[in-house]
């Protein structure tokens, strides 16, 4: 079957540091790569879409500048938080497409101090 | 842009009590409907996946779209304690529905 692992699954950074996140998928292509994320009491917004051979899409509110996303091949994306404050905390959510819909991984949990 | 809003906020039944919940769509041409249980914010588990109008049924959830309503439900049959969670809807197009839209979530909470 279709399974999206994420990594790590709970994260730690200081006010102003990065943190990098990757989504692996297994068992399918991935040829489109959505990242979402949900803040605290939030639902889940999302961030960005990455398809193969196309340009990143962001949406508002998010910049390549903030998250920059790196979509290398049909099985594996990562996502970068740079320079991660209070507000950027909360669950980011990677879903890899197939032919029909997204599969969601667990999550990466955010936590800024 | 597609708006997704769902309802009731919260809700809470008894153990054994069908529980209902609500999502209206804003956008008409969808057709890729998906309700997700998420338990202590943490991933989603996938209830339900439903494409055309009707029913469709995965154990003890059970899913009702009306396209020209713009509204999609979730039935849950003898919910128990375990169940209780945020419910979310998720809406989006087939094929390529890869610009998922999800709603605020219901609050489910099942009390013995």
């Known amino acids: 079957g279709a399974l999206v692992y994420q990594y790590p699954r709970r994260t730690i950074c200081k006010s102003g540091t990065s943190m990098r996140m990757e989504c692996q998928a297994v068992g399918f292509q991935a040829t489109s790569v959505a990242w979402y994320r949900q803040s605290p009491q939030k639902t889940f917004e999302l961030i960005a879409l990455?398809?193969?051979?196309?340009?990143?899409?962001?949406e508002q509110n998010f910049t390549q500048e903030k998250f920059p996303i790196s979509h290398p091949n049909l099985s594996f994306s990562s996502m970068t938080v740079l320079n991660a404050y209070l507000e950027d905390r909360g669950l980011y959510l990677c879903g890899a497409g197939g032919a029909e819909t997204l599969y969601f991984g667990s999550g990466t949990r955010l936590t800024v101090l | 842009q597609q708006k997704v809003q769902q309802s009731p906020e919260s809700l809470t039944v008894s153990e054994g009590a069908m529980a209902s919940l609500n999502c209206t769509f804003s956008?008409?041409?969808?057709?890729?409907f998906r309700w997700y249980r998420q338990h202590s914010a943490k991933g989603l588990e996938v209830l339900v996946s439903i494409f055309s109008d009707g029913e469709k049924e995965e154990g003890r959830f059970t899913a009702h779209l009306n396209r020209a309503n713009l509204h999609v439900s979730l039935h849950i049959r003898e919910p128990q304690p375990s169940d209780s969670a945020v419910y979310l809807c998720a809406v989006s197009m087939r094929p390529g529905g890869y610009k998922v839209v999800f709603g605020s979530g219901t609050r489910l909470l099942v009390s013995p």
């Open positions: 956008d008409g041409t969808s057709n890729n």
């Open positions: 990455s398809t193969v051979n196309s340009a990143i899409k962001y």
